[in-house]
């Protein structure tokens, strides 16, 4: 997902306060920053929350690709206006992040020194302009799915994060699904270009919700703090039934021979996607992945003297209100 | 030299007659930006007919374990309530 594989971090803490806290998390109850959490539930909130807020951020670029480019004027307003949702996403996802107590700045270092992740999804090239039909549709419906249960998640500030974030991602998707069939329903070559998409994405959308974790001990730590709702593979099967009938009004073939309905489970069975090129990708081998941190790495190094610059300025302008307040004193 | 921009509480009021109600953070090097950024960041669609920002740093609040000793005496006054009192039905709504 857009924090994928995320280990549980191990918990050193008392039993008893141990079960306390489980009770509450069972309870239903929220658990608010301030209030006594398991050091292991904050370590693995604060790589979960980091690594889904780096995946914001970092999913700007193959999309911010296309600003310049897009076909009329309309499209490129729509555009323009997803690619800042997607900043104000991980900048909620970084608050909510931050109060767990880490801080910004170490978050964003630790991105750009590769010591947290980010999506594999956001390491593939955006190489037409239907790609961008494809991620909106494809990557940002595969986020839904994993973002909507989390709603519910016991973290306080990470739920009410993900209720704006639900809120806004319907758009990303139906911007996506409208751009695609808009193409699909086009000339003989602007339909090749949607089939050509959805070939490209099919396969890593299906990567982003990790691969099988129904044995994982971390995913059952996961899941008993509620910091995860749901399988990977359920998601997974829930986002295939959910996207092939859509592949199918659109004209398009989804590729894989082995898709086939199965009447027992009322659910698609489909071919899983090749894990290693999912490995490969997240060790930092994938097509964009250099070339992503590096494009982070020069706005961070680019806006260091703005940042700066703002600060020495705000810091003036005080130690200047400060003096003549006490000289009218 | 870099120092990162504080963090500001931001609190919305969503239509006319209601509370301003918290929203969320945010960091900025100061009030005027802090507004513009909060504009930018929470109401992107409307969500907002005026904003406060307030540092981080300036909010005192209560610590989660004192929540017994600061909420516990108003459990004891259920005669706060409405429902304490039994009004005959004869006398009707009130």
Redesign the interface.
Known sequence: MYAQMVKSEATNDDPEMLAAFQARIDAGERI?P???MPEGYRKTLIRQIGQHAHSEIVGQLPEGNWITRAPTLERKAILL?KV??EA?HG??LY?AA?TLGV???DLTEQLLSGRMKYSSIFNYPTLTWADIGAVGWLVDGAAIMNQVPLQRTSFGPYA??MV?ICK?ESFHQRQGYDLIRKMAEGTAEQKAMAQDALNRFWYPSLMMFGPSDKESVHSAQSMAWKIKINTNDELRQKFVDQTVPQAQFLGLTVPDEALAWNEDKGGWDFSEPDWNEFYEVLKGNGPCNVERIEARQKAWNDG?WF??G??A??KK??ARRQAAQMAAE | ?????P?WEVFIRGQHGLNHRHV????A??AE?AMKHAR??YT??NEGVSIWVVPSAQIT?S??SEKGPLFDPANAKVYRHPTFYDIPDEVGHM
């Open positions: 608010e301030k209030e006594w206006a800042q949702d104000g900048l909620y608050c931050e801080s910004r700045d009410r994060a704006r806004e260091a940042r700066d703002l600060m300025h705000a302008r005080d | 030299m870099s120092s990162e921009w963090l969320g953070s945010l960091h090097p100061d930006l930018d960041v992107r669609r609040a610590a989660p």
